[in-house]
């Protein structure tokens, strides 16, 4: 018997990984569905990667696949008129890389599939650390040749904390690559978590023969050309066996040995394991050429969680008690993860990307601001695919929704139809890097200030307003930040302006034990006290040992490198 005999006598494992894709019962056209049913039939996952690993092109495919769109972009034509859905800005277009994270719902299989595609760049981490925490489910895209990258590192690490399930997909098989056992070794060392193959690739580079499907027993045969949808790869069952060694020779032989070894060596997929973010399911295959893409659309519909319940405040009698939210209670609940100031410039308008927790919206209903207890009156209610949106008619717990608005939310500000919830874990780091603000015409000063209130109120830059006067202060993460905001004030507001260095190196948002001692702290640092864009208090420091002296002076002000919710985690200079 040869090495597929083998492989199909290992019965558990092989098994193992077919019983996961249970596909649900369909719905029947016209059905009236219950809570309960449309929140079960919608996936919310976020795919993340390094730079440049591929993450942007796979979602343009999972969009064609699904029936969203007709023809896939490429984030790598600059000088083309197609670009990649998800990548709208002008700034995005001229430079083939995503700077902002961007939402698109989309129908596959009687199921709403709601996509984010997160900025791979460390500089613009921020964004896409809040919106993992609007997501159920990661999606994970390797570079073959390069392996576990630093950014995908501290992606995941965001992933673990919270527990969030992740599918992994190998890319770019059709190039010279590292060997795949050691792609899986290294992902399981690097991240701490057990790999399941359910895709397995033959050969690499120009010998890439296509990949075994571990479900279906089969081989799907590669061929090279982004034009191919899945339906035009040729599939050949393993049973075939003569067939495949003489097609493919010493490369299958050696592709069976590889995921015996590999399929040997890795515990059976585990559903509540993957639930719990402690086991993740691979795939390989090549994005740009349509390659093993369809695998991962289904695994998505098949593996990934529907929306789960969500912990928020419920404040009774002044006092915060913790509640669970279900994703099937009929009150409408959500959390804006993500504000996005003129995605369409000639209406100046901004977007409250909502991400819904439980409920239903329908148009009209009134809704609250938890933060300020005013009402929300949107002037529309949207859905995405990136730029383009399509009104509201229904929405459920799990999708995300666009309000637009004029002001009045902020960054993870709690919207309800009634009830008195508080949900948190919306994450501002302190920023490393400042830059003073200098306005190159005087006249522009009213857009300038627009331009940077709009900014700092979607989280593109952290804006800082000193306490004693003088320019305002921008704050980033990374210096990719920076050109971005001046590149957008230039755009967008029509405000030229130079961006200099200052003394600042550092941030820390503060607390007091009482407003006595608060007040005491103001007086004694008037000079390095600024506000940020949801109005709390900040201390500008500029050195580490700056906050060391100013705690040892001070022992009951709090220093805080991170800020969850303005109002909530931190006090407000109110």
Known sequence: MGAVATLLGMGQIILAASL???????ISPGATLTYAQETRRRRTFAIISHPDAGKTTLTEKLLLFSGAIQIAGSVKA?????????????????????VASSVMQMLYRDHVINLLDTPGHKDFSEDTYRVLTAVDSALMVIDAANGVEAQTRRLIEVCRQRDTPIITFVNKMD?????????????????????????????????????????????????????????????????????????????????????????????????????????TPVFFGSGVNNFGVMEVLDALVDLAPSPKPRTSSLIVNKQPVIKEVQPEDAAFAGVVFKVQANMDPSHRDRIAFVRMASGKYTPGMKLKVQRTGKELRP????????????????????DIIGFTTHGGVQLGD???DGANLLFT??????????????????LRTKQLQAGLDQLGEEGAIQVFKPEVGGPM????????????????????????????GCQYT????????????????????????????????????????DVRLAQERFPKIHFHPLREHAGLALGSAG
């Open 20 to 26: 996961v894709y249970q596909p649900d019962t369909p």
């Open 78 to 98: 600059r000088k083309a008129s197609r670009h990649a859905t998800s990548d709208w800005m002008e700034i995005e277009k001229q430079r083939g890389i995503s």
């Open 175 to 279: 190039r010279e690559v590292r060997d795949p056992l050691d792609i899986l070794d290294e992902v399981e060392r690097e991240l701490g978590m057990p790999c399941v193959p359910m895709t397995w690739p033959v050969g690499q580079g120009k010998s890439f023969g296509g990949i075994i499907n571990l479900r279906t027993q089969a081989m799907t045969v590669f061929e090279s050309g982004s034009e191919r949808l899945p339906q035009d790869f040729e599939a050949m069952p393993l049973t075939e066996e003569a067939a495949l060694h003489a097609r493919f020779g010493n490369e299958f032989a050696t592709a069976l040995e590889s995921m015996e070894l590999a399929t040997g060596a890795s515990p059976a997929f585990d559903k509540e394991a993957f639930l719990a973010g402690k086991q």
């Open 379 to 398: 002037t529309s209610v949207v859905t995405f695919l990136s730029q383009r949106r399509e009104a509201v008619d229904e929405a459920y717990a799990g």
């Open 414 to 416: 709690t919207i309800t």
């Open 425 to 442: 874990g919306l994450p501002f780091f302190a920023p490393e890097l400042f830059m003073t603000v200098i306005l190159k015409n005087p």
């Open 473 to 500: 202060l921008l704050g980033a993460v990374g210096q990719l930040q920076f050109e971005v905001v001046q590149h957008r004030l230039k755009a967008e507001y029509d405000c030229d302006v130079r961006l200099e």
């Open 506 to 545: 550092g941030a820390r948002w503060i607390t007091a034990d009482t407003p006595a001692e608060l007040r005491e702290f103001l007086n004694a640092y008037p000079q390095r006290m600024a506000l940020d864009a949801a109005d709390t208090l900040a201390y500008l420091c500029t050195s580490p040992y």
